[in-house]
């Protein structure tokens, strides 16, 4: 079951202008995408992807008790 929600946070991952990979942040707090987003940094090499958090319009699907973004409707990128 898909759904469509506007305002979610997401962590983004950028590689050559596009986005390669989202991931929804479980309690929508913007001090945890953060966090995640430090974490990520250290373990890749930062010159050839750019992380960022941000609000985005999504379409987002259940399963198994855990969420995910299946596509981006509108970021602010």
């Known amino acids: 079951m ?4 506007s305002g979610v946070i997401a962590l983004c991952m950028f590689y050559q202008g596009g986005i390669i990979e989202h991931t929804y ?17 250290r373990s890749v090499n930062p010159q050839n ?3 960022a958090c941000g609000v985005v319009d999504a379409v987002l699907e259940e399963y198994m008790g855990s969420t995910k973004i299946v596509k981006i409707i509108k970021d602010k990128y």
């Open 49 to 51: 992807v750019r992380m």
């Open 2 to 5: 898909e759904t469509v929600i």
């Open 25 to 41: 942040i479980k309690d929508q707090k913007m001090s945890t995408c953060l966090k995640m987003k430090r974490t990520v940094e």
